[in-house]
Nanobody, 119 residues
Framework: QVQLVESGGGLVQAGGSLRVSCVAS????????MAWFRQAPGKERAFVAT???????DYADSVKGRFTISRDIAKNTVYLQMNSLKPEDTAVYYC?????????????WGQGTQVTVSS
């Protein structure tokens, strides 16, 4: 099992910045990808960004150029730096982890952290 704990959410004004963190523990040697997803009220959970064991990253088009995913291997932590935030970025942000062969829905998920962007 892998446990994921997010932190760092909060309320920020449009145009501001926020960084959320995700600490992984447990059987993390099998984890190959980590990612951030988000779920806005009344919408389905959506992909935001991912980073793999090699450090390669990918982003949803809606956040490219504004968000940056990074990791601290020594701390088993993945970060999502969010800049130039917009009200439409308001959502619960979830950290996820999976093995290379897994689908995200079959991987591990945190409880989520709320990010609210006011206009």
């Amino acid at each position: 099992q892998v446990q994921l704990v997010e932190s760092g959410g909060g309320l920020v004004q449009a145009g501001g910045s926020l960084r959320v963190s995700c600490v992984a523990s447990g059987r993390i040697l099998g984890v190959h990808h980590m990612a951030w997803f988000r779920q806005a009220p009344g919408k389905e959970r959506a992909f935001v960004a991912t980073i793999n064991r090699s450090g390669d990253s990918d982003y949803a088009d809606s956040v490219k150029g504004r968000f940056t995913i990074s990791r601290d291997i020594a701390k088993n932590t993945v970060y999502l730096q969010m800049n130039s935030l917009k009200p439409e970025d308001t959502a619960v942000y979830y950290c996820a982890a999976k093995a290379a062969w897994q689908r995200w829905e079959d991987g591990y998920w945190g409880q989520g952290t709320q990010v609210t962007v006011s206009s």
